[in-house]
């Protein structure tokens, strides 16, 4: 067992310098490999070289992780600083290259993985095949174990990563809730709005900061856990914002089908009735209900003799489609599922039976870079994690195309590439004092834009009731208030009484009331707050 093993603690009586932990590596290497020598020189260009290709070069270059700043002078924190290059070594500079490896040993880029969050790079809730899952998961868990507090670091990250799915959620709403598919239009104002607020009020002036410099990391071992935990946060995420440019939408239905569609909203189907599709399709039943699923499913047209096949493949396949929706988006289909489901489902596979629809799996050192969707169809237990991930993606871009909300989740793109930029940058900071610090000041700003002007609007009046509320007898009810259409400062401070959980709301409304008393000795006198008008009525 060797000095700078990842589970020793330091002491000190210990040597600590570069000498040590190469002639370390060099000892190991003659006791693993009799008959086989390796000098000090070997061993320092795995760290640091003329090239940059060393442990400790790439750690800055690649990763912004310079390790020997970092761990200074304090020997307790070089000490750790070698005890995770001895941990990197073994993972990226021992052993065969993979192509030549006649065995499990063998090395991988770990820091360029790092560098590069996919979902194949860690174990997801997609699917057990992962393709650096195991190798990451092992750093992380040897990492995680000398890091006292990492549970705690988990479950703070895990918060933050929660608000900002919080935001996204609602941004879907949006889109899919009942309002907007009534009146898209006002829906997507209000995309726009917040898309302009978080791209130019947060994420443009987040670009104008260097990170690096603004914030002191913390020691070496919890530095290196905060980064591996936001990696594993932002690889699902990055895979999911690239693909809402990958995966095409489909053009929009006409209104007629829209309105059709809705209607089967209300319905739901039990398993069985998928053989009276299947029937239906080979013209051996008049069923009503199964027609009806088949003019949903076709817009209304008439279906090729040819495209038959491709339907009845669909229609075979819907349950191994149905149970990721099952696993992923928490629903229960037991008992059935609903019709529009069904038929969305049914279309999303028949388009990709037509058209062989292909996503890009981009993950570090992979070249056969396109995927085609339909092999998780047919191996769904081998299938990868983005292609999963994409099915996910295409059945949510369709369900919202069909209720007719085609240019909202266009926007919804948008402001989620926005928010993945956002979060990338705060999840930067090496310190995760830091980081949460950043994050909730970012957070608060952007979690107030998602905040509709309608609701604005009625916080507006219940203020307006409020201020009347601390008005003199003599002036209570002799007070309205206005509000102009461009009122967008007073609009932010109503929607900032929502977040706030103080009395600020209270305090605020007092000392305006105390301000309009004065100007009202004389009715005729026009009192104005911010972008509000106060009138005597």
Known sequence: MGKFDIGNTYHEDYPVSWHSLYMELVNEFEFSHPG???????????????????????????????IRTIAGTDNA????????????????KCGDPKTKATC???????????????????????????????????????????????????????????YWEYITDKIFDYVMNDSALEHPENALKEL??????????????????????????????????????????????????????????????DSDYIKFFKKSEKYKAEWDYLSLVKARLKNKNNDPAAEFAIALISYGNDIDYADIKHYLYAVDKVKTVAAWIEKYKGSDFSDGIPLDMLVIIIQELIDNKENGDKISNDYYGYNNKYRSLMTAVKNPNMADAVVLQAWIKKLENRTAVNFGAFDLIQKKREIETTIYEIKSIIYSYRNLDDLEFVNSVIYHFSARSI?????????????????????????????????????????????EFVIDRSDVKQCVAEEIARQIRPCFKNCRVLHHFNKMAIAPM
Do not use: W
């Open 192 to 253: 726009e709005r917040i898309h302009c607020f978080l791209k130019t009020k947060v994420l443009e002036r987040l670009k104008n900061h260097d990170v690096i410099h603004l914030s002191k990391p913390e020691k070496v071992l919890p530095s290196f856990f905060n980064l591996l935990a936001c990696h594993k946060l932002l690889c699902n995420e990055n895979d999911r914002i690239r693909l809402n440019y990958e995966i095409c939408l489909n053009p929009p239905p």
């Open 104 to 162: 499990d040993n063998y090395r991988v880029q770990i820091t360029d993985i790092l560098a590069k969050p996919r979902l194949s790079n860690v174990i997801s809730k997609y699917t057990p095949f992962s393709v650096y899952g195991e190798h990451f998961g092992k750093l992380y868990t040897s990492i995680k174990s000398v890091v006292a507090d990492a549970d705690q670091r988990e479950l703070r990250l895990e918060k933050i990563n929660s």
């Open 36 to 66: 086989e020598f390796i000098d000090e020189d070997t061993i320092r260009d795995k760290f640091t070289n003329s090239d940059g290709s060393g442990l400790v070069d790439k750690l800055k270059s690649v990763l912004n992780f310079d």
């Open 451 to 495: 905040m509709s002007r309608s609701l604005a609007m009625n916080i507006g009046y219940c203020f307006a009731e409020k201020i009347n509320y601390y008005l003199n007898d003599k002036l209570k009810n002799r007070i309205t208030f206005y509000m102009g259409p461009e009122g967008i400062n007073v609009l932010d401070m109503f929607r």
């Open 77 to 92: 924190e070089r000490f750790n600083m070698f005890k995770v290059l001895k941990l990197l070594f073994y993972i990226e």
